[in-house]
């Protein structure tokens, strides 16, 4: 009895000390991870306060609002990996008029309550959208989509929605896992085009990814 007592007051304390650590963005290396983080921390009564107390106190993130929503807003996060990818979160959220969250967004996924995915535009016109991402000149230097634009205005890319879309799993240069299409709203997604405030350098050691894809590209692995 004493030792299971011992052992639930270890885990509890290990669970307390977990969650009085600063959020970091760095630390989710995944899609998966993040939207796992995201269902653990927030659920309808967060407020928009402790939202933006993780992802903009905690994390630095860029906060956004939404140019023609009210109540809607998004934080973004962006990290230089070594050159060969700028990584970018984007956690977007809509708020009830009282402060109150409705849903939130990890990279354009909705997280919250068993929400589905957006659907493909099913009407055109679409156009090409590029991103320019100049930072990482030794591999994706540009990220490309292919979306549907409502109002057929290319100056204002918060009502265009993604039909082709693709981009990695994971945030980690030596296993970027597999690439998804990304449906839903560019303003939510990878590809819009407004600038984090600074973009991260990558946590780990830029030598070793260096040289794991100088020996990929030496076997013939693209």
């Keep these: 009895m004493i030792k299971a007592f011992c052992v639930g007051v270890t885990l509890a304390m290990a669970t307390m000390a977990h969650a009085a650590e600063p959020f970091r963005f760095e630390a989710e290396t995944s899609l998966d991870d993040m939207t796992t983080l995201v269902r653990g921390r927030f659920s309808e009564p967060s407020t928009r306060d402790q939202v933006r107390a993780v992802f903009v106190g905690e994390g630095g993130a860029t906060l956004i609002a939404h140019p023609r929503r009210a109540n809607v807003e998004k ?37 919250l309550h068993g929400a589905r995915l957006a659907g493909l535009p099913k009407k055109g016109p679409y156009y090409a959208l590029m991103r320019p991402r100049p930072e990482a ?33 994971r945030a980690d240069p030596l296993n970027m896992g597999s690439a ?13 085009l407004d600038d984090a405030k600074s973009i991260a350098a990558y ?4 030598s070793a990814v260096d040289a794991a894809v100088e020996k990929m590209r030496g076997s013939g692995q693209p």
Aim: charged share 20%; glycine share 10%.
């Design 203 to 206: 946590a780990g050691d830029c």
């Design 75 to 111: 934080y973004l996060y962006d990290i230089n990996l070594c050159s060969y990818y700028v990584w970018r979160w984007n956690i977007s959220a809509d708020y009830t008029s009282g402060g109150k969250l409705k849903q939130i967004y990890v990279n354009g996924a909705p997280a």
């Design 137 to 169: 000149f030794k591999g994706e230097y540009s990220l490309a989509a292919i979306v549907a634009d409502r109002d057929g205005d290319l100056n204002t890319t918060d009502d265009m929605d993604i039909l082709t879309g693709v981009g990695p799993m």
């Design 180 to 192: 998804v299409n990304n449906p839903g709203e560019v303003w939510r997604s990878i590809f819009d």
